[in-house]
């Protein structure tokens, strides 16, 4: 195992919670005695999964770092999930432990103990033994990742040590990480953009993390104007939930926040497509140019805006080093010209190992080594704009090839309109027509015809919403997308 806590600034704080920091060197102590008791005498856990319930804290770091260090594989779990999507990502994978946060324990034992799967804290785990800890080799599987399921039930994406470092060392270069550093953890610690974009990359730079289990955005906001921070990372959700805080405050104290955005070295948005007008909003308010990029569990980041150059709001920018791109037609044939749309193909040292007990979903996922996103993207001027997921973003209509996250982006520009989904729904005519399933901003009213007459002359025809739906709140997972399988009954 080639990457670790950085060992090089023992006395630097690595992590902030609360009113508490935690240097290097006593997170490393930590990490130590933790894997030490959870190897219980073993010389190895000889890659036995893990699982892990526990919010955003240096316990957190502790689990991750210990089992690691330990030859184990690692199972972050959703701290916000149902029990029956825990009791998935178990028993889909053997989990032999699970380790729980103190307040997530009550939650998970009933479950453990149905499934006979011993359950601990960190704190029955933290031994005093120093014995020497096993060689973990890089190509041994390191972390078991579940995917968001927005199409399908979660699959458990198996990362090999070798894949991790890949992942965060292409980061560490493309976003010049460095140790004065300081970051916010905002985001969920289940998925890749927590583990390897921020906390990963992060520890690996010798840069200090604060962690913040919970959105407080008027902390967040106070710190920031305090200039705490250089680096923010979020995904889009969270960027309007601050821009509507931001509007909301009072003039001075707004600018000071903004300010204080504007001090930072880099502002990164993922997970999402940024709709245009957020990405608009964001640099009138902070002046801050987001950095969009593109990424997903089985591969880690791809593409990605530039840090030095120019960001385009609407694309993700270009393959990150190590990382080759191509586009596949739906014969399977490489798109060799620009503005044509095909299926974005990655081969990166980052790329996944294997789908957890489904060799079969990890064969069909691949064509002549390249991994199949099932996005699909187009080539503008050397940029990668991603059109949307084949299956669910891609509208048949009338013999045309139609972006969702393109329509959704121009919808989102009206001024009655919160949030958008648009879909595709079975119709006999168009074979698809396009359907927009809203939200709408306080009281207002809104129908088809009216909505229909707003779009004319800024969307082509056969573009334009032609079903309508409004709706008080549209159904996210866990990491803010729009779950729009869910949304396609809605119309039947």
Not at 33 to 58: C, H, K, Q, T, Y
Not at 94 to 101: D, K, N, P, R, S
Not at 160 to 176: F, G, K, P, Y
Not at 194 to 214: D, Q
């Amino acid at each position: 195992m080639s990457y670790s806590l950085n060992n090089t600034l023992p006395d630097k704080v690595a992590l902030v919670e609360g009113d508490c920091a935690f240097t290097y060197a006593e997170v490393d102590s930590r990490v130590v005695r933790f894997a030490n008791g959870l190897l219980a005498g073993r010389s190895d856990l000889a890659e036995a999964r893990v699982a892990f319930l526990i919010p955003a804290s240096v316990d957190y770091v502790t689990v991750l770092h210990g089992i690691w260090r330990a030859g184990g594989i690692a199972i972050p779990l959703n701290v916000a999930s149902a029990e029956s999507e825990w009791e998935h990502c178990l028993t889909s994978t053997g989990v032999t432990q699970v380790i729980a946060g103190e307040a997530q324990l009550s939650h998970v034992r009933p479950l453990c103990d149905r499934l006979s799967i011993e359950v601990n804290t960190v704190t029955d785990l933290l031994s005093e033994s120093d014995s020497s800890l096993p060689e973990v080799l890089p190509d041994r599987r390191a972390l078991i990742v579940f995917t968001s399921g927005t199409t399908s039930k979660p699959k458990g994406v198996v990362t090999t040590h070798a894949n991790v470092n890949a992942q965060i060392s292409t980061l560490i270069d493309a976003w010049e990480w460095q140790a004065e550093d300081v970051i916010p953890l905002v985001l969920p610690l289940h998925h890749v953009h927590g583990i390897i974009n921020v906390l990963s990359c992060a520890l690996w730079a010798g840069a200090t993390v604060h962690l913040m289990p919970n959105l407080d955005l008027n902390r967040l906001c106070a710190q920031v104007a305090d200039d705490i921070f250089t680096v923010f990372m979020a995904v889009p959700t969270i960027y309007v939930k601050l821009i509507d805080h931001l509007v909301a405050q009072e003039e001075g104290e707004q600018a000071e926040v903004c300010e204080g955005f504007a001090n930072m070295r880099l502002n990164v948005s993922g997970s999402a497509a940024c709709p245009v007008e957020v990405f608009e909003e964001w640099r009138c308010l902070t002046g801050q140019v987001l950095l969009e990029r593109y990424g997903m569990t089985e591969i880690g980041m791809a593409l990605s805006n530039p840090y030095r150059g120019e960001r385009r709001p609407g694309c993700v920018g270009q393959p990150l080093p190590d990382v080759a791109v191509q586009l596949i037609d739906d014969a399977g044939i490489v798109v060799t010209d620009e503005k044509t749309p095909g299926e974005i193909c990655i081969k990166s040292p980052a790329v996944f190992l294997e789908y957890w007990g489904d060799p079969d979903a990890a064969a069909s996922s691949f064509i002549e080594g390249w991994f199949r996103t099932g996005d699909i993207a187009v080539l503008e001027h050397g940029y990668y704009r991603i059109m949307g997921r084949s299956s669910v973003d891609i509208i048949k209509s009338g013999g045309y090839k139609l972006s969702a996250l393109e329509i959704e982006n121009k919808l989102l520009a009206h001024p009655n309109i919160a949030e958008v989904a648009v879909i595709g729904v079975e119709d006999r005519t168009w074979g698809e027509a396009v359907a927009a399933v809203v939200v709408v901003k306080g009281a207002t009213e809104m129908t088809e015809v009216s909505l229909k007459s707003w779009c004319e002359g800024k969307l082509s025809a056969y573009k334009i919403p032609k079903k309508l739906l409004v709706i008080d709140s549209l159904p996210r997972n866990a990491m803010g997308k729009v779950m729009k399988p869910s949304l396609k009954t809605l119309f039947s």
